[in-house]
Structures are given as structure tokens and as C-alpha cells.
């Protein structure tokens, strides 16, 4: 809020456009073999922190909801005790590549049998497994995003979305 990006209400297609952004980002990395995070002229970079964008995005938008609606955070939790135990709905997670899990994370953020809140829950899920599954320290890479972003400009020099 404090960098301008909540001065108005904003839309769900900006907010899944922006998703799928970092999403992109990170298909990108892995395309390129940057799987871990490296910092870059003070900027952290690589995939994971590519996931900690896609994460923080979509913590972003469950806390614009402001308690609106009853998010599944349990929900989350299990998703995440799941994954540690390589084992998702049955299916090993040993069967899914980095590149799967991405674009399940893209697909289910167009799943239109879903709300949107339980869009971006899946998307959460989808990094959760994919962190694990890969063993990427999404923590750091959220902690070190967070503190890099506190020093970035309002609206990151005036970008509109």
C-alpha cells in the first residue's frame, strides 16, 4: 500500500496478468539455469526468486480481500505438508518437471470453475511443490524480495500496473 499500488481497487485480469508475469519470469531463469537466487546490481534473481514474486503477488491480492472472504489458508497448509511428503492427490511429485508445475501454476489461475481467490490458492500450492520439489530456499528468496522491494520508489518509478 505504502508503494501506491492499492491507492485504488484493482482488477483481477491486472492482478492475474501479473502473476503469469512472474510466472513467465521463472520459466525464463530455468531456461537460462538460474535456479538460485543471486543478486544482480543489488537486485535478487534466478527462479526461486521469480516463486517468492509469484508468491508475494498472490498473498498480495488474499490481503486486498481485507476478510471479505474466507480464505483457505489450512488448506495451504496441507498443500504444503503434502508436497513435503512428495506426495500430491496420490501422484508422486518425482513425476512432474519444473516445467509441469509452472504451467499447471499458469492453468489453474485460468480455471474458470474456480473463484478467483481459489485460483491464486492453487497458484500457491503450485510454488509451494515446486520449491520443495526442487529444493529452492523460497524463504530467503521472499525475505530478500520483501527487503529489496522496501527500498524500490512508489509505483517502482511510475509504472501503472
Known sequence: KEKGWWDAPREWS??????????????????NGELAMHIVDGK???????????????????????????????????ALAQAKSNNSQGMGLDNYSMLDLLQL?????????????????????RVLQTALRFNLDLQSAVVAKIEYNAKRPYRHGGKKA
Open 44 to 78: 535478487p534473481e534466478g527462479l526461486v526468486v521469480e516463486l517468492a514474486d509469484v508468491l508475494i503477488r498472490c498473498l498480495d491480492y488474499l490481503q486486498s480481500l481485507d476478510g471479505r472472504l474466507d480464505v483457505d489458508f489450512g488448506g495451504l497448509t496441507i
Open 105 to 125: 501454476a499458469h492453468a489453474e489461475l485460468e480455471d474458470m470453475d474456480l473463484v478467483q481467490f481459489r485460483r491464486v490458492e492453487w497458484c500457491i500450492r
Open 14 to 31: 491486472e492482478i492475474a496478468c501479473l502473476i503469469h508475469s512472474e510466472i513467465s519470469e521463472a520459466v525464463e531463469c530455468y531456461r
